[in-house]
């Protein structure tokens, strides 16, 4: 009795380990390439050790008494679950680094290009310091603890005995998207139509004076005007992003 016991436990341990795991691969903050991939796994160990007194009565009876073949087919479903959960996280921040680098284009400062610090990605210093900027506000909000607390709240939404759905998991990741990429466009809309009004008025110019390189002549300007926009509005920015952010983990 005693080593069926533990073999059980052990056993709940490993599809625990299986869904967080798979999410802190690609959750914001916690999946990032600087820091070691050792410290990950130890964080990702540490939560399941927690969260396993409170999530063994919902995963243990799924697996007992069930054949291996079921076993290996659940560590694939948490797996593919956690994964999932992780990358509906990330597709906000996905989402605002897109919109960053096309804001960075939009006041001419997508050159030159530095690597993320979050991927190892060339990207524009204005989308680095957005990223970093909302990676650093969701520690300094304690949103993390929301994240583990959805971890945990979707062991009730997601059984580990309805197993992977890919049918509603592309549905939610379609809902994400759009979510994702509308919020990220109501933070940089500001920024975005300042270069198109600026650019139509510097075309407008250069149309009634083609003998001066208007262009050329109105770039600092128009470098200068956008930053002093930006420097007014990040935090307002960063501020509808993270209560997206909020509106996310605690609903949805």
Not at 211 to 224: A, E, G, T
Request: with cysteine; hydrophobic share 55%; net charge neutral.
């Amino acid at each position: 009795m005693t080593s069926i016991a533990l073999s059980d436990a052990v056993i709940g341990a490993m599809l625990l380990m299986c869904r967080i795991g798979g999410c802190f691969m690609l959750m914001p903050g916690f999946s990032s390439a600087s820091i070691p991939v050792r410290i990950r796994l130890y964080v990702a160990f540490a939560v399941t050790l927690t969260l396993y007194p409170l999530l063994f009565s919902k995963v243990g009876p799924v697996f007992q008494g069930q054949p291996f073949s079921f076993l290996l087919l659940l560590l694939i479903s948490e797996t593919l679950s956690g994964i999932w959960i992780g990358f509906l996280a990330r597709l906000l921040f996905l989402a605002l680094e897109t919109l960053s680098v096309a804001i960075a284009m939009a006041l001419s400062l997508s050159s030159p290009a530095g690597i993320s610090f979050d991927q190892m990605e060339a990207l524009p210093p204005v989308s680095n310091i957005l990223g970093l900027t909302a990676a650093l506000l969701v520690f300094a909000a304690d949103l993390h603890w929301e994240l583990l607390r959805a971890i945990k709240a979707s062991y009730d939404n997601l059984p580990p005995g309805m197993l992977f759905q890919a049918r509603l998991s592309l549905v939610g990741i379609t809902d994400q998207l759009s979510y994702s990429f509308m919020l990220a466009l109501q933070i940089s809309a500001p920024v975005l139509i300042y270069s198109v009004i600026v650019n139509f008025t510097i075309g407008l110019v250069n149309k009634f004076t083609p003998q001066i390189q208007v262009y050329f002549i109105s770039l600092p300007f128009v470098i200068v005007g956008g930053l002093l926009l930006l420097y007014n509005l990040i935090q307002e920015m960063m501020s509808e992003f993270m209560k997206g952010v909020s509106r996310w983990v605690l609903f949805g």
